[in-house]
């Protein structure tokens, strides 16, 4: 079987799926397409040109991504799919040397958003038990893995002056 996509693991009940039935992560999964690079269909060129603007989407994954999204919109827990997905299902061999343990950093602005987010990827990867090599997720400076990987959550440093 090969990896999924991510828009192929938010449909699957098996992994993502029963978290993204509501209607209401369309506008979502239609950024996860464009940040990963994935086709999207008409209807959601469309929701992807009126939210961005562009014209195009993009045809390779992207590096980076911001967002202006309000309270309560899904952030930390999309944040923790992506990280999740990431983890799981992306092979980073050739980038890794021999025993290094890859680690997906997350930054959040405080710890109470880290340690919302940590949970998030928590819970999800509870869910997916039945992946042999499944990181872990840690909190702040500290390091423990398991499997292929780490997912650490932390807070933002603050800024220098």
Request: charged fraction near 15%; hydrophobic fraction near 45%.
């Amino acid at each position: 079987m090969t990896s999924p996509n991510i828009i192929r693991a938010l449909n699957d009940p098996s992994i993502f799926g029963r978290y993204f039935k509501a209607e209401s992560w369309g506008a979502w999964r239609v950024f996860l397409a464009a940040l990963f690079g994935l086709p999207l269909g008409y209807d959601q060129l469309r929701l992807f040109q009126q939210f961005t603007g562009r014209s195009t989407a993009p045809k390779a994954p992207l590096q980076e991504a911001w967002l202006v999204v309000g309270r309560r919109g899904g952030k930390s827990f999309v944040l923790a799919v992506v990280a999740v997905f990431l983890a799981c299902f992306k092979d980073w061999k050739p980038y890794l040397g021999p025993g290094e343990v890859g680690t997906i950093m997350i930054v959040a602005k405080d710890r109470a958003q880290a340690r919302s987010i940590k949970r998030f990827i928590s819970g999800l990867l509870r869910v997916l038990h039945g992946i042999s090599t499944l990181p872990t997720a840690t909190t702040s400076a500290s390091s423990s893995s398991h499997g292929s990987g780490t997912i650490r959550t932390a807070k933002t440093p603050p800024a220098r002056s």
